[in-house]
């Protein structure tokens, strides 16, 4: 059985939306390895109904010249919709119906990690539903001020600490995990 964990960049102040705007200054070798280590282990993506929309049009145009291309082109895709009927980016599966169900059901099915970034809404609802199985957050050391964050109106989730890692750029990367 995999796990579902789910990645963000995230500013000091909870900003995970528009990271391309902050997060590049901070980037170096180090959280390199720590997002290849995070691919290596990823048998399958999970995403929401928008962010599908957005790289849906952008990576299958992109060569495997282009980082991070080949990786999401090729590995199969799970989109949260009720709207998607008839995907066309490769390896795309829509999750609708029993969602929750559904879910489960990808992370009975795959050995690896079923990873999921770059939608705060869907983080979560996989938090509500008992679905998320680890939280990995690269905290930038940089205040955004404005944008969405991961946790808006959202119930109280107790988390646990799993690891803390202190890059030389002072971003931390940070693991956690639901509480029992």
């Known amino acids: ?45 999970l995403m929401g109904r928008r962010l599908y929309g957005e790289w849906s049009e952008y990576w299958p145009g992109q060569g495997p010249e282009v980082p991070f291309s080949e990786f999401i082109n090729t590995i199969p895709k ?49 938090l509500a539903n008992g679905l998320l199985d680890e939280l990995a957050l690269l905290v930038h050391p940089i205040a955004v001020g404005s944008g969405r964050r991961l946790f808006e109106d959202t119930a109280t989730h107790p988390l646990v600490l799993l690891s803390s890692t202190a890059l030389d750029t002072g971003v931390l990367h940070l693991r956690y995990a639901p509480a029992p």
Do not use: C
Not at 108 to 114: A, E, I, L, W
């Open 1 to 45: 059985m995999g796990k579902i964990v789910s990645n963000f960049f995230i500013s000091l102040d909870g900003v995970v939306e528009s990271p391309d705007k902050w997060r590049f200054p901070y980037y170096d070798d180090a959280m390199g390895a720590i997002i290849g280590e995070g691919m290596a282990t990823t048998t399958a993506f």
């Open 78 to 126: 799970y989109v949260l919709s009720t709207t998607l009927d008839d995907p066309t980016w490769q390896n795309t599966t829509v999750l609708s119906g029993d969602v929750a169900a559904k879910v489960q059901g990808v992370k009975d099915s795959t050995d690896g990690d079923v990873t999921m970034s770059g939608s705060a809404t869907t983080v979560r609802w996989l």
